[in-house]
């Protein structure tokens, strides 16, 4: 029987070759915690895809397609910092029916910028515009981020994420929400609940502000209840 880690690594190997093969002269590197040999069972996929300069604009616009080859493509967003870089884009892919901790951020850089780190980074002419981005979806991939958090029991970084996801849009993160969450008090289990009724609200009020974020947020709130036992802690 194939394995989830084996199940993701030949995702990675198939996106990798259907974008060198989209564009002769581009190579693709594989980055974060797959890199490095320390992933675990909820450690997403971090590629970057370095493309002739001549090319970006192109390679861009081919882009979803490729990877819609490769697995359907359920949702495609643009990291907002970077949405009108002319040589850099971030870009967040959630393939269908694939865990939702599989999401692919893929690096697209013009070969001339792929050693710059900090290329565009602040510029706010390659910032995107309010209108063109959706802080409720980002919201709902905080919340997702949480969860993998709390799987990995960095309850700090769990509560981060939840923070800035209620911020994002506008939504008081204490209204409503277990003091145990906060503070880490009481019994496990209480403990447990609490992580996941805070992150199934965050899931929910993001859908309340965008409809169509429904489906995504039910399957947000079904992962946090399924990991929802291991969420204890301070």
């Known amino acids: 029987m194939v394995s989830a880690a084996e199940q993701r690594q030949a995702l990675v190997d198939a996106v990798r070759v259907a974008l060198e093969r989209d564009c002769p002269g581009s190579r693709t590197l594989l980055l974060g915690s797959l890199a490095t040999g320390t992933a675990d069972d909820f450690s997403d996929i971090d590629v970057e895809w370095v493309v002739p300069d001549e090319e970006f604009a192109a390679c861009l616009a081919r ?70 981005w959706s802080r409720p979806a980002s919201a709902l991939a905080n919340s997702v981020g949480a969860v993998k958090a709390l799987a990995r029991h960095r309850f700090d970084e769990a509560r981060g994420l939840l923070d800035r996801g209620f911020a994002r849009i506008g939504v008081p993160y204490e209204a409503g929400g277990d003091p145990n969450v906060r503070k880490g008090g009481g019994a496990a289990a209480a403990v447990g609940e609490g992580w996941v009724a805070e992150i199934g609200r965050l899931a929910r009020a993001a859908a309340d502000q965008e409809p169509r974020l429904r489906p995504l947020a039910d399957e947000v709130v079904r992962l946090a209840e399924e990991h929802g036992a291991g969420f204890t802690g301070s």
Request: charged share 40%.
């Open 63 to 132: 882009m979803e397609g490729v990877l819609g080859r490769v697995r359907p493509v359920a949702e495609v967003r643009y990291d907002p910092d970077f949405r009108h870089s002319d040589r850099r884009r971030l870009v967040l892919v959630r393939f269908a029916r694939l865990p939702l901790f599989w999401r692919l951020d893929l690096s697209v850089r013009a070969e001339s910028v792929a050693d710059e780190t900090d290329y565009d980074r602040g510029n706010p002419a390659a910032r995107a515009r309010e209108d063109e």
